[in-house]
């Protein structure tokens, strides 16, 4: 196996096993890895639409091609492929008989006068009879019984020497042999080409050999053996005579050499005209005169002039050795109004070529200008056989370019499409038997029999000529029967049947059927040995069959890829949601466990929190208790034993005590006062003015209360255990509070001892302080003790406080008791005696009340007059303003 190299600057190893990609099957494997899903670069690739391959032609093209055009692409091996046909004649070893050879001498005779040297083998003297091979008499090449191979047997000179043996060269499609008659060669090789011809095919034929082979006597041919030439116009008008005196049909003859000019460049003449030389573009000759004949005694008179401009000379191998290469083309047309634009279109062109043979210096014994000749000769001949050789090795192996070496000679470029495939051509090789021939024929056949491999792909279709109207007309019954027999085939057959098989059926079929009328009058037989080709009908429809055919195939290719892919995609699709389901589970589990985090988080802060709480009420109750006072406490229920629960206690301190039970309720059961205990009424009306100063912020945000009471809760821990937090004791009379100047912002509480009796907590700051300075009615009213425990227990002290008493404190206080001040000022020793004193707002205290006292159960419908029995006068005068803020303000602290 070869290694894949790449290496820049360096060549490339095509690998012969390519890498090849892994490729995501249909049996795509769920188990694997989720983190590994497939790519989109892992589906596998669709190949592209192979729109050229469905629409290269294989079949035979209508319109014919003149000009050049590049080298078509390999052809299917299911499509239409006609072979180069290949004969061989083999001159015989006595030629010419004493009439002919007379005749031959007199025509040599008449012709050598032109050429130089005269005699050169006279000259050289050389002599043929000099050579002793050709005394021997025995010919080296013996035709098969089949006439399709020829074995090439060496002169025995050359078996002992060089030990050569015989050859075989098989595979022509006709070998003739010496005994051959030009009217059998006509009629074998030519004549197919000339029924090509008439039906409007282009067709070529060359012959191709050594010099005196016959090349010359086989195309043109003498007054008693006429060539293939004069047989071709005899059979030409005599077609053109059946179809009648209305026929239009009108051929045109055009004759020309390529020779050397000077022995190195090469010079195109007209043979028909007396014009100077011409010129080549592409594989059009300029100025070429095509003259119109009319019957084959003009066409022979036309010929037969122009062979006598033709270059010839006296070699040693031939007496009439043609110099040059000589083309004749038979161009068919008609008559119409517009010529040049119609009838060149619809021409067939008939070319016959005959080619100077290759000569051996050796056995000419050419010097100078023959010598110059011979070269020119053999260049053309080598180039001519290196463009047929060129196209076999690209038909064989297509990566193998056709080379261009047509553009080597100007026969060549004028033979392009022939010599590329593209038109039919037919050889003809001549070969001379002698023993001394040997090599000759040798490295022909070796050369050219190799050309029988080449196919023609794109052969032109016959166009409708006016000519072919009768032939057109009379094979229509043959064309109805075979497009009925390609209607009768079945589409199975249709489908898996190449079109040559197709089309030898219907020559089969044909062949059973009876005669249908005149079809040998003109054009071709359908009958004839040659295979039937379809017509323009048939070779679109054939065309559409095989388009549609593959179009198919291509199509039930791409889906099935597409059906792969979406496969490979569906798998895929299921990996990624089994991931994504196993993304959401671990998601949940995560936010289970964070929540978790959280909560203890949450247990731990509140938990310092409350055990403060728990400190400073029981602090407070020790130093209550050990003053003898009668206590105040907080009901212990607030401060919830669960203290993990501090969220709820924080959030419901205050619902809590104005829930379930009236204020009045919550105030005995909280500090069992005596009814309308002033220090309980002081305490709730605290408690309400707290609530009043921080309802604001907590409608808001309510979460702002926790985190601003923990806070506090904090600072007041920190504070509370560096000093035992002051407790606010009053006695029946109100001795006054020594509260600190920040309290309750800062939360400072200063216990003096030695003033505990006399002391009044003015706490939660201004409002402490406005509601502790009461008037002289309320100083003198007895005041229990009350706590002060921090921020939080300062709410939950505040709420003690009624708010009914509250506000007839501060109704009394609106009196404006000129002594309460006094008694104040030397009641209290507070340090915050100084500053400015605030009012509780009445409908603040109203509201506060209204908190209390709200029940939510109440269907939060406005209470008139007989909204309750137990309702105060105020409660009855709430407004659906009050409600809902009421309704508000329950619900963010439940929250
Ligand atoms: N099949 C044949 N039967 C009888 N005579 C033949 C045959 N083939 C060739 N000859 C004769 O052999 C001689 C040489 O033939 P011809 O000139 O055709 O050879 P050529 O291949 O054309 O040579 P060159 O390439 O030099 O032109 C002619 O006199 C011709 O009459």
Redesign the pocket.
């Given at each position: 196996m070869e290694t894949n190299i790449t290496t820049p600057g360096s060549f490339i190893t095509t690998r012969r096993n390519p890498y090849r990609k892994a490729r995501s099957t249909a049996l795509y494997n769920t188990s694997r890895l989720p983190s590994q899903p497939s790519s989109s670069s892992e589906l596998p690739e669709i190949s592209s639409f192979p729109i050229q391959d469905i629409l290269s032609e294989n079949v035979q093209r209508n319109s014919p091609t003149t000009t050049a055009a590049p080298p078509s692409p390999p052809p299917p091996h299911d499509s239409v492929l006609e072979n180069l046909k290949v004969f061989l004649?083999v001159?015989?070893l006595v030629?010419?008989k004493a009439s002919?050879k007379n005749a031959?001498d007199q025509q040599a005779r008449s012709r050598t006068k032109n050429v130089w040297p005269q005699n050169p083998s006279k000259k050289n003297g050389v002599k043929e009879k000099k050579n002793p091979l050709k005394k021997s008499g025995e010919s080296c090449i013996t035709v098969s019984d089949d006439f399709c191979s020829v074995t090439l047997s060496p002169p025995l000179r050359l078996q002992e020497t060089k030990r050569t043996k015989s050859e075989v060269y098989e595979g022509f499609s006709h070998v003739f042999s010496?005994e051959?008659t030009q009217s059998e060669v006509y009629e074998k090789m030519v004549n197919p080409l000339v029924e090509d011809f008439l039906s409007g095919k282009s067709g070529m034929l060359a012959?191709l050999?050594?010099?005196?082979?016959?090349?010359?006597?086989?195309v043109f041919g003498?007054p008693r053996?006429p060539g293939m030439v004069p047989l071709t116009l005899k059979r030409i008008f005599k077609s053109a005579q059946g179809c009648g005196s209305q026929s239009s049909r009108r051929f045109y003859l055009s004759i020309f050499e390529i020779c050397a000019e000077r022995g190195k460049a090469e010079r195109i003449c007209d043979l028909t005209s007396d014009r100077p030389d011409l010129s080549m573009q592409q594989s059009t000759i300029k100025g070429l005169q095509e003259v119109p004949v009319h019957d084959v005694a003009e066409a022979e008179l036309l010929i037969a002039r122009a062979l006598l401009k033709r270059s010839?000379a006296m070699?040693n191998?031939?007496?009439?050795?043609?110099r040059s290469q000589c083309i004749i083309n038979i161009r068919g047309g008609t008559e119409i109004s517009d010529p040049e634009n119609n009838e060149q279109s619809n021409s067939a062109v008939l070319s016959i070529v005959?080619?100077?043979?290759a000569?051996r210096e050796k056995r000419t014994g050419n010097q100078g200008a023959r010598l110059a000749e011979s070269n020119f000769i053999n260049n053309t001949s080598m180039v001519f056989g290196l463009c047929l050789r060129s196209l076999l090795e690209h038909q064989k192996n297509p990566k193998k370019a056709l080379q261009k070496h047509f553009q080597n000679s100007l026969l060549t470029r004028y033979l392009r499409d022939y010599l590329e495939g593209k038109k039919r051509m037919t050889l003809i090789l001549?070969v001379k038997s002698g023993e001394e021939d040997y090599l000759d024929a040798s490295y022909l056949l070796r050369q050219a029999s190799p050309y029988m491999k080449i196919k023609f792909t794109n052969i032109e279709a016959q166009p409708n000529l006016p000519c072919n109207k009768r032939q057109i007309q009379t094979t229509s019954k043959a064309e109805q029967s075979k497009k009925m027999k390609l209607d009768n085939l079945d589409a199975s057959m249709v489908i898996f049947l190449s079109p040559l098989k197709i089309e030898e059926k219907i020559v089969g079929d044909e062949k059973q059927l009876p005669d249908q009328g005149d079809m040998t009058t003109c054009g071709a037989d359908l009958k004839s040995s040659t295979p039937v080709k379809l017509n323009s009908d048939d070779l679109m429809k054939e065309r559409t069959h095989q388009i549609t055919q593959r179009f198919a195939k291509a199509l039930w290719n791409v889906l099935k890829q597409h059906n792969e892919r979406l496969k490979v995609a569906e798998n895929e699709n299921q990996i990624l949601k089994e991931n994504l389901r196993n993304e959401k589970k671990k998601s949940i589990e995560m936010e289970k466990e964070l929540r978790s985090l959280r909560s203890c988080c949450t247990c731990s802060k509140d938990n310092s929190v409350a055990s403060t709480v728990v400190k400073v009420v029981e602090n407070f109750e020790s130093i209550v208790l050990s003053n003898g006072q009668k206590f105040c406490g907080i009901d212990e229920t607030k401060l919830d034993s669960d203290s993990s629960n501090h969220i709820n206690l924080e959030c419901s301190s205050c619902p809590r005590i104005f829930d379930s039970t009236s204020a009045e309720d919550q105030r005995n059961k909280k500090c069992s006062p005596e009814k309308g205990d002033p220090v309980a009424t002081e305490e709730q009306g605290k408690c309400s003015e707290v609530l009043n100063q921080n309802i604001p912020s907590n409608l808001s945000e309510p979460e702002c209360i926790d985190d601003k009471l923990e806070h506090e809760a904090k600072v007041r821990n920190s504070e509370t255990d560096a000093s035992p937090p002051i407790i606010c004791v009053s006695n029946e009379n109100y001795q006054g509070c020594q509260i600190p100047e920040s309290f309750p912002g800062t939360g400072n509480i200063h216990e003096d001892s030695s003033e505990s009796n006399n002391v009044v907590a003015e706490h939660l700051d201004s409002i402490s302080h406005e509601t502790v300075g009461l008037s002289g009615k309320e100083s003198s009213t007895s005041v229990q003790p009350c706590q002060q425990l921090g921020e939080n227990n300062e709410d939950t002290l505040d709420l003690l406080v009624s708010p009914k008493h509250i506000e007839q404190t501060q109704q009394e206080d609106l009196v404006d008791d000129p002594d309460s001040g006094v008694k104040r000022n030397t009641s209290c020793n507070s340090p915050n005696k100084e500053k400015p004193r605030r009012r509780l707002l009445p409908k603040s205290s109203i509201l506060v009340r209204e908190i209390s006292t709200y029940d939510a159960d109440e269907n939060d419908k406005p209470k008139g007059n007989g909204g309750g029995k137990n309702l105060a006068a105020s409660d009855r005068q709430r407004t659906q303003g009050s409600i809902s803020l009421i309704r508000l303000l329950k619900n963010n602290l439940r929250l």
């Amino acid at each position: 196996m070869e290694t894949n190299i790449t290496t820049p600057g360096s060549f490339i190893t095509t690998r012969r096993n390519p890498y090849r990609k892994a490729r995501s099957t249909a049996l795509y494997n769920t188990s694997r890895l989720p983190s590994q899903p497939s790519s989109s670069s892992e589906l596998p690739e669709i190949s592209s639409f192979p729109i050229q391959d469905i629409l290269s032609e294989n079949v035979q093209r209508n319109s014919p091609t003149t000009t050049a055009a590049p080298p078509s692409p390999p052809p299917p091996h299911d499509s239409v492929l006609e072979n180069l046909k290949v004969f061989l004649r083999v001159r015989p070893l006595v030629p010419l008989k004493a009439s002919t050879k007379n005749a031959g001498d007199q025509q040599a005779r008449s012709r050598t006068k032109n050429v130089w040297p005269q005699n050169p083998s006279k000259k050289n003297g050389v002599k043929e009879k000099k050579n002793p091979l050709k005394k021997s008499g025995e010919s080296c090449i013996t035709v098969s019984d089949d006439f399709c191979s020829v074995t090439l047997s060496p002169p025995l000179r050359l078996q002992e020497t060089k030990r050569t043996k015989s050859e075989v060269y098989e595979g022509f499609s006709h070998v003739f042999s010496a005994e051959s008659t030009q009217s059998e060669v006509y009629e074998k090789m030519v004549n197919p080409l000339v029924e090509d011809f008439l039906s409007g095919k282009s067709g070529m034929l060359a012959a191709l050999g050594p010099t005196g082979s016959g090349k010359t006597h086989t195309v043109f041919g003498s007054p008693r053996e006429p060539g293939m030439v004069p047989l071709t116009l005899k059979r030409i008008f005599k077609s053109a005579q059946g179809c009648g005196s209305q026929s239009s049909r009108r051929f045109y003859l055009s004759i020309f050499e390529i020779c050397a000019e000077r022995g190195k460049a090469e010079r195109i003449c007209d043979l028909t005209s007396d014009r100077p030389d011409l010129s080549m573009q592409q594989s059009t000759i300029k100025g070429l005169q095509e003259v119109p004949v009319h019957d084959v005694a003009e066409a022979e008179l036309l010929i037969a002039r122009a062979l006598l401009k033709r270059s010839t000379a006296m070699t040693n191998a031939n007496s009439q050795s043609s110099r040059s290469q000589c083309i004749i083309n038979i161009r068919g047309g008609t008559e119409i109004s517009d010529p040049e634009n119609n009838e060149q279109s619809n021409s067939a062109v008939l070319s016959i070529v005959d080619l100077a043979g290759a000569e051996r210096e050796k056995r000419t014994g050419n010097q100078g200008a023959r010598l110059a000749e011979s070269n020119f000769i053999n260049n053309t001949s080598m180039v001519f056989g290196l463009c047929l050789r060129s196209l076999l090795e690209h038909q064989k192996n297509p990566k193998k370019a056709l080379q261009k070496h047509f553009q080597n000679s100007l026969l060549t470029r004028y033979l392009r499409d022939y010599l590329e495939g593209k038109k039919r051509m037919t050889l003809i090789l001549t070969v001379k038997s002698g023993e001394e021939d040997y090599l000759d024929a040798s490295y022909l056949l070796r050369q050219a029999s190799p050309y029988m491999k080449i196919k023609f792909t794109n052969i032109e279709a016959q166009p409708n000529l006016p000519c072919n109207k009768r032939q057109i007309q009379t094979t229509s019954k043959a064309e109805q029967s075979k497009k009925m027999k390609l209607d009768n085939l079945d589409a199975s057959m249709v489908i898996f049947l190449s079109p040559l098989k197709i089309e030898e059926k219907i020559v089969g079929d044909e062949k059973q059927l009876p005669d249908q009328g005149d079809m040998t009058t003109c054009g071709a037989d359908l009958k004839s040995s040659t295979p039937v080709k379809l017509n323009s009908d048939d070779l679109m429809k054939e065309r559409t069959h095989q388009i549609t055919q593959r179009f198919a195939k291509a199509l039930w290719n791409v889906l099935k890829q597409h059906n792969e892919r979406l496969k490979v995609a569906e798998n895929e699709n299921q990996i990624l949601k089994e991931n994504l389901r196993n993304e959401k589970k671990k998601s949940i589990e995560m936010e289970k466990e964070l929540r978790s985090l959280r909560s203890c988080c949450t247990c731990s802060k509140d938990n310092s929190v409350a055990s403060t709480v728990v400190k400073v009420v029981e602090n407070f109750e020790s130093i209550v208790l050990s003053n003898g006072q009668k206590f105040c406490g907080i009901d212990e229920t607030k401060l919830d034993s669960d203290s993990s629960n501090h969220i709820n206690l924080e959030c419901s301190s205050c619902p809590r005590i104005f829930d379930s039970t009236s204020a009045e309720d919550q105030r005995n059961k909280k500090c069992s006062p005596e009814k309308g205990d002033p220090v309980a009424t002081e305490e709730q009306g605290k408690c309400s003015e707290v609530l009043n100063q921080n309802i604001p912020s907590n409608l808001s945000e309510p979460e702002c209360i926790d985190d601003k009471l923990e806070h506090e809760a904090k600072v007041r821990n920190s504070e509370t255990d560096a000093s035992p937090p002051i407790i606010c004791v009053s006695n029946e009379n109100y001795q006054g509070c020594q509260i600190p100047e920040s309290f309750p912002g800062t939360g400072n509480i200063h216990e003096d001892s030695s003033e505990s009796n006399n002391v009044v907590a003015e706490h939660l700051d201004s409002i402490s302080h406005e509601t502790v300075g009461l008037s002289g009615k309320e100083s003198s009213t007895s005041v229990q003790p009350c706590q002060q425990l921090g921020e939080n227990n300062e709410d939950t002290l505040d709420l003690l406080v009624s708010p009914k008493h509250i506000e007839q404190t501060q109704q009394e206080d609106l009196v404006d008791d000129p002594d309460s001040g006094v008694k104040r000022n030397t009641s209290c020793n507070s340090p915050n005696k100084e500053k400015p004193r605030r009012r509780l707002l009445p409908k603040s205290s109203i509201l506060v009340r209204e908190i209390s006292t709200y029940d939510a159960d109440e269907n939060d419908k406005p209470k008139g007059n007989g909204g309750g029995k137990n309702l105060a006068a105020s409660d009855r005068q709430r407004t659906q303003g009050s409600i809902s803020l009421i309704r508000l303000l329950k619900n963010n602290l439940r929250l």
